[in-house]
């Protein structure tokens, strides 16, 4: 089975493990704070925050903005459940915006939508979760715009857009947003087993993300609310959580991030490769290519996560494609519809969902693989 996405560990990254395993930190050691420190350089962030994975990063995002029972967050619809999770965790209600049909992402239009629509029922939205699904950036400039005039919180889910670059500035920045989370799970574009990140440029959001990650617990001296007590006892100072990442993992990080340039690099020529094979038959087939319909600024790059495309009868294709061994995935059944979320349907997220299918993309793939697989792709398509 050729896999939609798989890790790529190496010599170097067993090596990484096995002499932080030789050491004397497994957890809590030196390699934690020095992953955040080269990842905070790598996406031009002030600070980072590195946890358990991306959901309990989307969790402490919420409590570190103070979001809770009485609030509203917007959640783009097509995404990992855990995009709107983290609101349900805080006791938040959740409401979702609707996406572009083609893209799968929201949009400026669709978010100002979902504002007024709650605006009209009184209702005040607190935070948006906006994810940039594929690793493909969001408008961020048209969405920091909305977040002035309605004043929520922008958090970017950005599981899939480690490397992704928009206008030129590095996903991860913060320039338009309050925080931004990353994750590394093992099909994401690098690794920590499980493993996920927060950045942000607001030092006490920072601090506050750090408590929450390590039991709300407080071991500075200089930060002990009774100052009486001698330098070795802690306090905790508020409920938090055991989400740390292992020095284990961070190490694991650490060589990955080494590595993030040519994994970028490499799923950017397989990204390309794709249209070469397929863009004669687009029309014959009914397919769709992911970027095909949307203008790309040149100073926007994907980090090419999911390589998405449409097709007719998706669903058949998919079992056809997987029984021939090609790990084709679907992303994402719109959180709305889920039974916990009501079984909502809105329409762009229904449309999108229903041609969506993502063939095999990561860095292991060579032309030939890709040759495979677009043969079978088009042998399991009926023309129109
Ligand atoms: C968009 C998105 N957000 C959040 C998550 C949660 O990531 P993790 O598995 O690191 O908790 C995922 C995982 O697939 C995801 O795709």
């Known amino acids: 089975m050729i896999p939609y996405s798989r890790q790529c560990i190496d010599e170097e990254d067993v090596e990484a493990v096995a002499s932080t395993l030789r050491s004397d930190y497994l957890t809590t050691g030196p390699q934690v704070p020095l992953f955040e420190e080269e990842l905070a350089l790598r996406v031009n962030a002030p600070y980072c ?25 917007l959640v783009s619809n097509v995404s ?58 969001l408008d ?50 690098i690794t920590t ?26 071991h500075d001296k200089a930060l002990l609310q009774d100052q009486s007590y001698p330098e070795f006892y802690y306090e905790m100072q508020t409920l938090g959580f055991n989400y740390r990442l292992s020095d284990v993992q961070a190490a694991l990080g650490i060589s990955q991030l080494n590595k993030l340039d040519k994994f970028l690099e490499k799923r950017r020529a397989l ?24 203008e790309e600024h040149e100073e926007n790059l994907s980090s090419w996560h999911l390589y998405q495309i449409g097709v007719p009868n998706r669903d058949c294709v998919y079992q056809t494609l997987r029984a021939k061994g090609i790990g084709v995935q679907i992303h994402y059944l ?22 969506a299918l993502s063939i095999p993309l990561h860095v292991r793939l060579e032309k030939r693989d890709l040759s495979l697989i677009c043969a079978l792709l088009l042998e399991s398509l009926d023309k129109v």
């Open 49 to 73: 925050v590195a946890v358990s994975s991306a959901t309990a990063a989307l969790h402490i995002s919420m409590l570190a903005l103070g979001i809770g029972p009485q609030d509203t967050v």
């Open 80 to 137: 990992f459940v855990s995009s709107a999770n983290c609101a349900r965790m805080v006791g938040a209600k959740v409401e979702f915006v609707d996406v572009d049909e083609k893209s799968g992402l929201i949009t400026p239009k669709t978010l100002k939508k979902a504002l007024e629509r709650l605006k009209a029922q009184g209702i005040f939205v607190k935070a948006v979760v906006a994810v940039h699904l594929s690793g493909r950036p």
């Open 140 to 189: 961020l400039a048209g969405l920091y715009k909305l977040k002035q005039e309605y004043g929520f919180y922008l958090i970017e889910d950005a599981a899939h857009a480690l490397g992704a670059v928009y206008k030129g500035d590095t996903i991860g920045s913060c320039k338009y947003s309050d925080l931004c989370v990353f994750s590394f799970h093992p099909v994401k574009i």
């Open 193 to 218: 087993c499980e493993g996920g990140a927060v950045t942000c440029q607001d030092e006490g959001l920072y601090k506050e993300l750090q408590l929450l990650r390590s039991h709300g617990i407080v």
């Open 271 to 294: 990204a390309k490769l794709y249209p070469t094979f397929l863009n004669e038959h687009l029309k014959e087939y009914d397919i769709s290519l992911p970027m095909a319909d949307l």
């Open 334 to 355: 719109p959180i709305s519809r889920h039974p916990y979320y009501g079984k909502i349907h809105l329409e762009g997220s229904d449309k999108f969902f229903k041609r």
